[in-house]
C-alpha cells in the first residue's frame, strides 16, 4: 500500500539520487570537439534544400506537430523567411510572400540532383 510517509520517502530518495548524479564525476571520455569538426556535421537547410519553396511546403503540411496543417498561409510565410533569414539567405526584413518566396536563390540549387527525375 501506498501511504502519504512512502511517497515522501521516495520522493526523498529519488532527489537525494538525482543530487548524486549531477554532482558526480563524468568518465573522462573522449576529447573536447572543436568548431572546424563541428561545422563539418552541421546540416543546415541551405545545405540540402534546393528549393525554398520546398520549405514552406514542408512546414505547411506537418506544423506545428501537435496541430499539422493548423497554420495560416501568413504564419506559414513567416516560419520559412525566419529560417531562411537565421541561414543568411534573406534579410532579417525582408518580405516573403508568394511572389518573392520562389526567387530565394538556395546555395545548393544548382548542385541538387532530383533522385527519381522519371517521377516528376
Known sequence: MFT???AIFSASLLLAMAAGASSAETPH???PIDEAAIAYWDI???NF????TTIF???RRAMPFQAPRSLSDNEVYAL???ILAE???IGANDVMNAETLPKVKMPNRDNFIIRFPDRI
Do not use: E, Q, V
Request: net charge positive; hydrophobic share 30%.
Open 4 to 6: 502519504p510517509r512512502r
Open 29 to 31: 571520455l573522449g576529447k
Open 44 to 46: 543546415s537547410i541551405k
Open 49 to 52: 534544400i534546393g528549393d525554398s
Open 57 to 59: 511546403d514542408f512546414i
Open 80 to 82: 520559412t523567411a525566419y
Open 87 to 89: 541561414n543568411k539567405l
